[in-house]
């Protein structure tokens, strides 16, 4: 059962900012917010120059994905500390002034719990229904546990002229584990926010002992807890300078999308 109203759901929200040392965001909804820098279809042309510091995108939560400057691996934001698995596989915690092209952050607070077993990505997805009470709200997405199988993929960084994703992806290192414990994260994001962030499942994985991770490509849990946060309020924040401004974003990039997220 869902813990909010279905009324309060319906009050999603949507600022428009810019990223800078001022920026305040005050969250007036009764849940946490989701903090968005940039949008997917930027990072799907290739404007991969970092506009917020990472250490900034703590100042509004907890818990998030997304990349770094030149597309230099992927990020996990976890219980207050941002985590980077560059293409090595190696993970490390970069400096608070490294910066982000593309992430996703909120306060973490889980609204449904489950517990799992035996299922797969594929098998998520496709019993969606089952644990996501619909699919046309936003949701932070948390499976913490041991899973039999995961598989992800870091990107090496990218030097200018920068390809677009789709290619860039083309040739990304990729990790398997076996029997492996520690976290899923990521988000869910609804049919509408096309091109805003990737719509369905996006997530990212951080093993328990922090040695490995990256996009899940992917999985297959052994025992696991399924947590689930209702967001109802969502903030954009956009470049004010740069590529981005002479961007295309009149372009369907449904099918670079997914090519980039295989």
């Not at 932070?140 to 993929?153: D, H, L, P, Q, W």
């Not at 899923?184 to 509408?192: D, K, S």
Request: proline share 5%.
């Amino acid at each position: 059962m869902m813990k909010r109203t279905l009324a309060i759901i319906c009050l999603l929200t949507f600022g428009l900012v810019a990223c800078n040392e001022e920026t305040e965001i005050e969250n007036e909804s009764s849940g946490p917010v989701l903090v968005q820098i940039s949008v997917i279809d930027a990072l799907l042309q290739g404007f991969y120059d970092g506009i917020c510091p990472t250490g900034d995108l703590l100042e509004w939560g907890d818990f998030g994905i997304g990349t770094f400057h030149a597309l230099d691996g992927e990020m996990v934001v976890l219980n207050d500390t941002v985590f980077q698995v560059l293409s090595t596989g190696e993970v490390k915690k970069p400096t608070a002034d490294v910066t982000t092209p593309f992430a996703a952050i909120t306060e973490y607070e889980a609204d449904t719990t489950f517990s799992v077993s035996a299922i797969s990505y594929d098998s998520l997805k496709t019993n969606f229904n089952r644990y996501f009470p619909t699919p046309n709200i936003f949701y932070a997405v948390k499976i913490t546990g041991e899973f039999s199988y995961m598989k992800t993929r870091s990107v090496p960084a990218q030097l200018k002229p920068y390809l677009p994703l789709a290619e860039v992806t083309k040739t990304q290192p990729e990790f398997e584990f076996t029997n492996v414990k520690g976290d899923i994260l990521g988000f869910y994001c609804p049919a509408y926010a096309q091109g805003i962030n990737v719509t369905g499942l996006h997530l990212h994985f951080l093993s328990a002992n922090r040695k490995g991770g990256g996009h899940i490509l992917a999985f297959q849990v052994k025992n696991a807890t399924l947590e689930l946060g209702y967001l109802s309020d969502y903030r954009l924040i956009l470049p004010t300078s740069g590529d981005f401004l002479g961007g295309d974003f009149t372009v369907d990039r449904t099918d670079d999308l997914e090519e980039a997220e295989k």
